[in-house]
């Protein structure tokens, strides 16, 4: 089955290449001819990852699915969340966003955070969501060099490291965008 990704982001092209198996062939937006910039103006994660993957589906005919994922600090009453790329400003520039987190945290003992991800399939039959989330706290500062975005700062429960200092076979196990891909993919073979 021929399946589009509606992303641009390379990172998570090769995360979630690395979890299908062998009769999904995964299409980027640059494979389908799609460059231009997909809006997220949605309030909720949910209605950004269904906004991404109905312009790919009206516009290039094809099987897509789309993520959105946001980042919720409970003691910023669920911040960055839908902001959590362009939480620093509009460059989604992931030092920045991930420097603002520590400050706006700094006086704040409750670091509980999730991850959370949810994933839109849209094929000519039917529309269906996917979640992801995964529990963990923001550490006091930046530990790792693998990964991306906010993974430096984030240790899931029960480990005793950040998503950056995990391999990507490791921290796919546990992901929010790891778990997700895994129900869109169990629902493929079921399905498809």
């Given at each position: 089955?021929?399946?589009?990704?509606?992303?641009?982001?390379?990172?998570?092209?090769?995360?979630?290449?690395?979890?299908?198996?062998?009769?999904?062939?995964?299409?980027?937006?640059?494979?389908?001819?799609?460059?231009?910039?997909?809006?997220?103006?949605?309030?909720?994660?949910?209605?950004?990852?269904?906004?991404?993957?109905?312009?790919?589906?009206?516009?290039?005919?094809?099987?897509?699915?789309?993520?959105?994922?946001?980042?919720?600090?409970?003691?910023?009453?669920?911040?960055?969340?839908?902001?959590?790329?362009?939480?620093?400003?509009?460059?989604?520039?992931?030092?920045?966003?991930?420097?603002?987190?520590?400050?706006?945290?700094?006086?704040?003992?409750?670091?509980?955070?999730?991850?959370?991800?949810?994933?839109?399939?849209?094929?000519?039959?039917?529309?269906?969501?996917?979640?992801?989330?995964?529990?963990?706290?923001?550490?006091?500062?930046?530990?790792?060099?693998?990964?991306?975005?906010?993974?430096?700062?984030?240790?899931?429960?029960?480990?005793?490291?950040?998503?950056?200092?995990?391999?990507?076979?490791?921290?796919?196990?546990?992901?929010?965008?790891?778990?997700?891909v895994k129900k869109l993919v169990d629902y493929l073979n079921q399905n498809y």
């Amino acid at each position: 089955m021929k399946l589009c990704f509606a992303t641009n982001n390379r990172n998570k092209l090769i995360e979630v290449s690395s979890l299908l198996n062998d009769s999904i062939e995964l299409l980027s937006l640059s494979d389908i001819g799609c460059l231009e910039e997909i809006e997220e103006t949605q309030a909720t994660i949910e209605g950004n990852s269904l906004q991404k993957a109905e312009y790919i589906f009206n516009k290039y005919n094809v099987a897509v699915f789309a993520d959105d994922t946001g980042l919720e600090v409970e003691a910023l009453n669920g911040e960055p969340g839908v902001k959590s790329a362009r939480y620093a400003g509009e460059l989604r520039d992931n030092e920045a966003n991930i420097q603002l987190l520590l400050s706006n945290l700094k006086s704040k003992p409750n670091r509980d955070a999730q991850f959370k991800t949810v994933i839109t399939l849209i094929t000519e039959k039917e529309k269906v969501q996917f979640e992801g989330i995964v529990k963990g706290s923001i550490a006091e500062q930046k530990m790792g060099e693998e990964g991306f975005g906010y993974d430096p700062i984030f240790v899931p429960n029960e480990y005793n490291m950040s998503f950056a200092q995990m391999s990507m076979e490791e921290k796919n196990q546990i992901s929010h965008r790891g778990l997700a891909v895994k129900k869109l993919v169990d629902y493929l073979n079921q399905n498809y």
